[in-house]
């Protein structure tokens, strides 16, 4: 009778070390399993936001061309940050966010990065297509800019000119113009071409 009793608790023992070895392993493969070969996840980064970013604005609040002859009449507060290039037709407030969600009401300055008065690298993201000419709340024209043309930022006060040292496109995944730099710049960021999210038209602005 003891022999049995014995032999019970023996394999209610190993019943149970089977059940711990399978909620071990379970465990480990829920939490390896987003790394595993075709399921590795990736974060967005930010300028694969900005295109989604593009995208969902134009289900929410749609921007078109005035009729021939009209002009429009969109109701824009004065605010004092201000980013300005006449030759890209661009008079937009700007925003400092962490939020994509500031690009509803103009430039998106990321506040993970500079500020023209701390120096460094200022990034500026801007829809491309939500708004339209002859709004000026928009990047549309953005890509009319050339090396050399002059723009200017109405900073808390205080006004900040510099010319376009370079333009060029990126794929989204190129992130490192985001990256702090030493000297003061400004990174203009927005979709490209017009209306298509595929890369990212980058303008960078260095202080006259």
């Known amino acids: 009778m003891e022999f049995k009793i014995e032999k019970l608790y023996s394999d209610t023992n190993r019943v149970y070390k089977i059940l711990g070895l399978i909620l071990i392993v379970l465990g480990i493969a829920g939490a390896t399993y987003p790394f595993w070969g075709g399921n590795i996840i990736h974060e967005p980064n930010i300028l694969e936001q900005l295109g989604q970013s593009e995208i969902n604005a134009q289900s929410i609040t749609p921007r078109l061309l005035p009729a021939e002859g009209t002009s429009p009449k969109p109701v824009v507060p004065i605010y004092n940050n201000r980013l300005i290039i006449v030759s890209a037709g661009v008079d937009m407030p700007l925003f400092l966010s962490a939020s994509d969600k500031a690009l509803l009401k103009g430039g998106w300055m990321y506040s993970d990065n500079s500020t023209p008065d701390n120096g ?27 090396v050399g043309d002059k723009f200017s930022i109405n900073w808390n006060g205080t006004i900040y ?35 298509s999210t595929k890369y990212r038209l980058v303008v960078i602005g260095k202080p006259l």
Request: net charge positive; with cysteine.
């Open 120 to 146: 460094g690298n200022t990034v500026i993201f801007g829809h491309r297509w939500l708004y339209k000419p002859p709004v000026k709340n928009t990047f549309y024209n953005l890509d009319k800019t050339k």
């Open 161 to 195: 000119n510099y010319w376009v040292s370079e333009v060029k496109i990126v794929t989204p995944s190129e992130v490192s113009v985001l990256n702090p730099t030493d000297s003061p710049q400004v990174t203009l960021i927005t979709c490209t071409p017009l209306f």
